[in-house]
């Protein structure tokens, strides 16, 4: 299957349109059972990776190379309304992408071109990893 998944946040130019598609296929990995794969011994790759993991080595590279290192993301005035709100206090520029209007306020910029649509296509790949495997559609 693949999961593309496109967000459209034209009032803020910095992240303005985008999509990102992710494919996910292959079989269980040689020489492991789809019980062992799933403990696959990666740090850090969470239950989306175990999925993926279930899936093909190809897959759990590809999403530790093009899915892991993306960071959530959030406007000013997201971050300002949260904040008032008591959430996100351990939130900072460091963990997050935040954006005004015009450009994002991080001072090394993204780590891809279309880093929040990569962040919200691994967020919808953790949801789906909640079923215990991706849906055939």
């Known amino acids: 299957p693949r999961l593309t998944y496109t967000i459209d946040f034209g009032a803020f130019a ?7 598609s992710f494919c996910v296929h292959g079989p269980p990995p040689t020489g ?7 403990t696959d011994s990666r740090a850090g790759v969470g239950p989306a990776g ?10 759990i590279d590809r999403f530790e190379a093009e899915l892991a ?3 959530t993301f959030a406007t000013t005035q997201g ?14 520029l460091e963990n997050a992408l935040v954006c005004d209007e015009r ?7 993204l780590r891809f071109p279309d880093e929040p649509a990569r ?7 953790g949801d789906l990893a909640l079923l215990g495997e991706l849906p055939l559609a």
């Open 14 to 20: 910095p992240i303005g349109r985008q999509s990102f």
């Open 32 to 38: 492991r059972s789809v019980g062992a794969a799933h």
């Open 50 to 59: 175990a999925l993926l993991a279930r899936r093909s080595t190809a897959a």
């Open 69 to 71: 290192p993306a960071r």
């Open 79 to 92: 971050v300002h309304a949260a904040r008032a709100a008591g959430l996100a206090l351990g939130g900072s």
């Open 103 to 109: 450009r994002w306020l991080n001072a090394e910029g």
């Open 119 to 125: 962040h919200k296509t691994l967020d919808l790949l």
